[in-house]
Structure formats: structure tokens, C-alpha cells
């Protein structure tokens, strides 16, 4: 699998923005899926963003639609989340996760699952209101 390695949480006021990287030891297929994620102590993991191979198809929660932005450079090994007009709702840890995904017939292509084995340690982002 791939190492992955998050930055660029912080604190920030609401309505602010923060840039979160991954670093992704490589691009491969491995990486076919990746995404991030979030969760608070106590509460279910959720998944905020999450972009593929196919096209750069991007998917994002409700919640966050408008706000964040998935993005990759294969250049440089780097998964982003553009996170912007913060709310406090949006504190929490969060985490960038990696998958090779599975080859769908009903897709007629590799499609993401919900089961990603590839996960950095996290990195904490704290809104204010």
C-alpha cells in the first residue's frame, strides 16, 4: 500500500480557509481512489471528498459541497482539500485515505468502495465561531 501523510490543519475563525495536503509516498494503483475524511471523538467517521482516476471524477458530502475542493497533483505526490467559508461544524480531524478500488461490471470500470486501506495519521482542524 502507500504511506500518506496530512498537513495544513490548524485554526482558523468561521468563515476562513485552510489548505490540507496528503503526501502520498506514490501515485499508483494503489491510489486509484483516495478521499478525505473526518471525524470527531465519538462520532462516525465521515467522508467529506473523494476523487478518482476516472476523469478526476470528484464527490463531495452535502455538507461541504461549494465550500471544499478535492484536488491531486501526480507531480508532486500530493493530494489537497481546499476548505473554504469554514464553519465550526467543520472541526474535527481529518484524514486522507487511499484505495485501489475494485473493477465494477455494472460500472464497466474500477469503481471506489466505501473500505479504504490506506490512511494517514490525521490532522486536526479547529473553526471558530
Known amino acids: 500500500l502507500v504511506q500518506l501523510v496530512e498537513s495544513g490543519g490548524g485554526s482558523v475563525q468561521a468563515g476562513g480557509s485552510l489548505r490540507l495536503s496528503c503526501a502520498v509516498s506514490e501515485f499508483n494503483y494503489h491510489t486509484y481512489c483516495m478521499a478525505w475524511f473526518r471525524q470527531v471523538p465519538g462520532k462516525e467517521r465521515e467522508g467529506v471528498a473523494y476523487?478518482?482516476?476516472?476523469?478526476?471524477?470528484?464527490t463531495y458530502a452535502d455538507s461541504v459541497k461549494g465550500r471544499f475542493t478535492i484536488s491531486k497533483d501526480n507531480a508532486k505526490n500530493t493530494l489537497y482539500l481546499q476548505m473554504n467559508n469554514l464553519k465550526p461544524e467543520d472541526t474535527a480531524m481529518y484524514y486522507c485515505?487511499?484505495?485501489?478500488?475494485?473493477?465494477?461490471?455494472?460500472?464497466?470500470?474500477?469503481?471506489?468502495?466505501?473500505?479504504?486501506?490506506?490512511w494517514g495519521q490525521g490532522t486536526q482542524v479547529t473553526v471558530s465561531s
Open positions: 485515505a487511499a484505495d485501489r478500488g475494485g473493477w465494477s461490471e455494472l460500472a464497466g470500470r474500477t469503481v471506489c468502495y466505501s473500505i479504504y486501506h490506506s
Open positions: 476523487i478518482d482516476d476516472n476523469d478526476a471524477n470528484t
